[in-house]
């Protein structure tokens, strides 16, 4: 990853934004019935099996832009892809999620969570996207055009075009 952050578009980056609900896929369910056993870095548990698939949401549509990296340097050098359907997640699992430490058992850091950096401005970023937002009812095909271009050039001449 070191020689890969150098580079422009180095890197690919998946997003996937969660929510809390009553349940969660059987996956997850797998994956953090397993955080009591690894707590702190250096530790590990050896998973039956796990479908990565099964994991993420329906991931046939999404958003993408080139950004940066979350952590210092904060490198414009990552291509993000977003998928366009939330994670569920319960609130034990969260809760669970949010006992994971930093650092060693012998020396415990701080929690894991809350360790997000701030929403940063768009700074005129081309989001792309696959999704049609004006799918007719019963059509099979898209109704929007390949390669439409949506920009904002507000601030520039305090106008939007679209």
Known sequence: MSEASTKPNGLVAIALLVQSGETS????RSLTSQLQHIRY??????LRSLSIRDLVPDD???????GSLTMPSCSEV?????INKPLFITRQQLYALRKLMQ????LPKAPLGDNYRPIQPLNERVVRTNIDFKREQGTVCPTMKR???Y????????ESTY
């Open 60 to 66: 046939r549509f999404y958003m993408t832009y080139e």
């Open 147 to 149: 390669n439409l271009h």
């Open 41 to 46: 870095r250096g530790q590990n548990v050896t």
């Open 151 to 158: 920009e904002d050039v507000w601030p520039k001449g305090n």
């Open 25 to 28: 896929s059987e996956e997850l």
């Open 103 to 106: 650092g060693e058992a012998e």
């Open 78 to 82: 990552v291509t993000w892809i977003i």
